[in-house]
């Protein structure tokens, strides 16, 4: 084949081709930029390949990356074999010995360096999907993933992913281009999992122990009198100014010490300053979200979203998660529409699932008394603690008003003897039970004098 011939065969092939399928012979055969120009360009730029006068650039790991990974085998490899003609017939070469393209080192390295681990949350919820970047409670770093990841490994809103990207320009936000593992699973490990609306759910069965050496006579009330339990669907309701805030910090620290396993993610929304420091050095074992007060109403719902997405990927492979959200009168003060607000809080509870398939998630929210959804909320609950008043106006903490504070199906979360001391605890003064409760070191031995 004469040197006329070998180019005009290779031209002639690649103007057949549509624009799609020209970019991907283009990207194969490493033209600069290859997604860029018309028809024309692309073709000019890959004859430059094919003639030696231009040299063909390693495949780029930048931004997002092809839809397809398809092209014309055949065609790039004669775009190649063009090359290696008239690279030997320009430098005078007897015969034509096969050659490989190699990648540069220099721009390898160059590559390799500008890659950066990430790790976030992913967020399908827009236009286009990110990673959010636990850099300020996911609110803060973004990693935009294409939708061939997405498909490629069958991600889901919420997944928990590690992976590498880079950034165009120091002004854009970096773009996933290596996913290493998904809810820290390897990518070569994934397998099938069930939708989370395919799980069934059934009653809490299941008690989760808030009480812990050290901890607060409040998680020890709980345990008594509204035991909280996995799949529950509960809340903390509470006048203002009676320490409910507090509460949620103790019984996430009292079910992160006994149960390591359990994951803790806890939602501060629409909150001070001050509380979200406080959480943040405090709560270093839970999954923190949070918003201040002062971020604009999609902030919040975003973020709630976001946490309830991913609470929703554990019970999927078997595993538990407890959501703590602080709190439902806040967020729909500050969200701009009250219906959103509640139609968004109504899916939150509904989420609360013990799955008979294995894996459960739980959901404990705040709620402030003088609510005027108070009771359409507190009315789907499974578990209510109450907190008293008038405790609460003689600045008595705890505030447990433990003849309102109940949890359904208490038979199935408490052994006999506990449930036996538990009901004659329910009639006696509050005074003589905040009496019993510091006369003795634990739920143990209170249980142990009071059973008969």
């Known amino acids: 084949m004469t040197e006329s011939r070998i180019l005009n065969d290779v031209k002639s092939r690649l103007e057949k081709l549509n624009i799609f399928e020209l970019r991907q012979v283009a990207r194969a055969v490493g033209v600069h930029r290859p997604a860029d120009g018309k028809k024309s360009r692309v073709i000019d730029a890959i004859l430059g390949i094919a003639t030696g006068e231009v040299s063909p650039e390693p495949p780029s790991l930048r931004g997002a990356p092809p839809k397809s990974q398809q092209f014309d085998e055949q065609l790039v490899a004669d775009v190649k074999t063009c090359r290696?003609?008239?690279?030997?017939?320009?430098a005078g070469a007897s015969a034509r010995e096969p050659k490989v393209l190699t990648v540069y080192d220099s721009e390898a390295e160059r590559l390799a360096k500008s890659l950066k681990e990430y790790c976030g949350i992913l967020d399908t919820s827009g236009e286009y999907a990110?990673?959010?970047?636990?850099?300020?409670?996911y609110n803060g770093g973004e990693v935009f993933?294409?939708?061939?990841?997405?498909?490629?490994?069958?991600?889901?809103y919420g997944d928990f992913i590690v992976c590498r990207g880079m950034r165009k320009t120091e002004e854009q936000i970096p773009g996933l281009v290596e996913v290493n593992s998904v809810n820290g699973?390897?990518?070569e490990d994934l397998t099938e999992r069930p939708e989370f609306s395919q799980l069934t759910p059934v009653y809490p069965a299941s008690n989760i122990k808030t009480e812990c050496v050290?901890?607060?006579?409040?998680?020890?009330?709980?345990?008594?009198f509204s035991p909280l339990a996995l799949g529950q669907r509960a809340f903390i309701s509470a006048p203002a100014r009676s320490g409910k805030t507090?509460?949620?910090?103790?019984?996430?620290?009292?079910?992160?010490?006994?149960?390591?396993?359990?994951k803790v993610i806890v939602a501060a929304l629409c909150e001070r300053p001050e509380v979200i420091t406080d959480f943040k050095r405090t709560l270093v074992d839970c999954e923190l979200f949070y918003t201040g007060f002062?971020?604009?109403?999609?902030?919040?719902l975003r973020t709630l979203r976001l946490a309830a997405e991913y609470a929703k990927r554990f019970p999927e492979t078997g595993e538990h998660a407890i959501i703590l959200f602080d709190g439902?009168?806040?967020?729909?003060?500050?969200?701009?529409?009250?219906?959103?607000?509640?139609?968004?809080?109504?899916?939150l509870l509904y989420s609360a699932c013990n799955a008979e398939e294995g894996g459960s998630l739980t959901i404990l929210s705040t709620i402030s008394q003088d609510d005027v959804n108070h009771n359409a909320f507190v009315g789907l609950a499974n578990m209510v603690i109450s907190l008293s008043p008038e405790l609460a106006g003689q600045r008595i903490f705890p505030a447990i008003d433990v003849k309102k504070s109940f949890a359904d199906g208490e038979e199935r979360l408490l052994d006999p003897h506990a449930l036996k001391a538990s009901r004659k605890l329910r009639s006696m003064p509050f005074d003589n039970v905040i009496k019993i409760f510091d006369e003795t070191y634990d739920n143990r031995e209170l249980i142990e004098k009071y059973k008969d």
């Open 84 to 90: 290696e003609y008239y690279l030997a017939l320009n």
């Open 130 to 137: 990110f990673l959010r970047v636990d850099e300020n409670g």
């Open 145 to 156: 993933v294409h939708e061939t990841f997405i498909t490629r490994f069958k991600l889901r």
């Open 185 to 187: 699973v390897k990518c």
């Open 214 to 224: 050290g901890g607060d006579v409040c998680c020890r009330m709980i345990d008594v």
């Open 246 to 262: 507090t509460l949620i910090k103790q019984i996430a620290q009292g079910i992160c010490a006994n149960y390591p396993y359990l």
């Open 294 to 300: 002062d971020m604009p109403a999609e902030n919040h």
């Open 328 to 347: 439902i009168t806040r967020f729909m003060q500050n969200c701009s529409s009250e219906a959103v607000a509640r139609d968004e809080i109504n899916k």
